[in-house]
C-alpha cells in the first residue's frame, strides 16, 4: 500500500483529505506541521512515505521552507496545497521544489488525479518499464536510465517529475514541445489548467542542467514552447 504523509495545520481539512486518501486504498499519515518530519531528516532517516501532500501556509515553519529542507535529503514527490492561487504563489512552490500544486478548497477527484499521477511518474522511473518506452534515453553526455540521470556518467539529483520531464525531452530531440502539449502528456492537464507548472518546472531542469555541465540545451520558443538542443557538432 502507497504511504502518503499530509502535513496540514487545520484539524478538519486535515481529517476530510486523509479519508479521501484512505477511501481511494492509500496510507494516509497526518502531521499538523513539518517538525516530526523535520526531526526524522536530521536524524539522517528517510522521508518513510510515496508522497507528501504539504500546505503552504503552515504556522510554525511555512511551506516553502519546509520544503527547501525536504530537498536536501530526498527526491521524494511533493504536491503543494494553498489557499493562494495567483501567479507568484505557484511560480514560487514550483521553483522551490515542488512537483505539482494544487489550490484550496480541495477538490477530491481532482487531489486524487493528481496523486495517483504523480505516484505514476515516481514508480515508473523506479521500476522501469521497456514495454512502454526505452529503458535508456540518450543525447550529447546526459544519460536517463533506470530511475536517474546521469551526466558525464555522474549522478544529477532530480525529482521523479524533472526526471520525467527530462526523458520526454530528451525522446523528441531537436523538437519544439507546445507548452499545452507538456501540460497534457507530462501532468494529464487540459490547455491552461495552472499553466506555469510546465514553464517553471522546465526552468527549474534547466538550472540543474547546466551546472552539472549537460552538453544539451533547454531552448525557450517564444509564444510556442521549449525545444531540447543537442550539442553542436564541430566543424
Known amino acids: 500500500m502507497q504511504r502518503i504523509l499530509y502535513i496540514e495545520d487545520d484539524d478538519s481539512l486535515r481529517g476530510a483529505v486523509r479519508l479521501v486518501l484512505e477511501n481511494a486504498g492509500y496510507e494516509a499519515v497526518t502531521q499538523p506541521d513539518g517538525t516530526q518530519l523535520l526531526e526524522a531528516l536530521f536524524r ?28 536536501e535529503r530526498s527526491c521524494v514527490p511533493v504536491l503543494a496545497l494553498s489557499g493562494q492561487d495567483d501567479e507568484l504563489s505557484v511560480i514560487d512552490a514550483l521553483t522551490h521544489g515542488c512537483d505539482d500544486y494544487l489550490t484550496k478548497p480541495v477538490r477530491p477527484a481532482l487531489l ?4 495517483a499521477a504523480l505516484l505514476r511518474r515516481a514508480r515508473f522511473e523506479g521500476e522501469g518499464d521497456g514495454a512502454k518506452r526505452p529503458r535508456v534515453l540518450e543525447l550529447g553526455n ?4 533506470k530511475g536517474e540521470c546521469r551526466i558525464d556518467g555522474l549522478p544529477v539529483a532530480l525529482t ?4 520525467e520531464l527530462l526523458r520526454y525531452y530528451l525522446a523528441r530531440p531537436d ?18 489548467v495552472e499553466s506555469r507548472t510546465a514553464d517553471e518546472m522546465t526552468r527549474r531542469l534547466r538550472r540543474k542542467l547546466e551546472p552539472a555541465g549537460a552538453s544539451v540545451s533547454l531552448r525557450s520558443v517564444w509564444g510556442v514552447g521549449y525545444r531540447l538542443e543537442g550539442p553542436c557538432e564541430e566543424t
Open 160 to 163: 521523479p517529475t524533472e526526471l
Open 142 to 145: 546526459v544519460r536517463c536510465g
Open 44 to 71: 539522517g532517516e528517510e522521508v518513510g512515505c510515496h508522497l507528501i501532500l504539504l500546505d503552504m501556509g503552515l504556522p510554525k515553519m511555512d511551506g516553502t521552507a519546509l520544503l527547501l529542507r525536504v530537498r
Open 112 to 115: 486524487l488525479a493528481k496523486v
Open 175 to 192: 523538437k519544439t514541445v507546445p507548452r499545452s502539449q507538456l501540460l497534457l502528456d507530462v501532468w494529464g492537464l487540459p490547455d491552461g
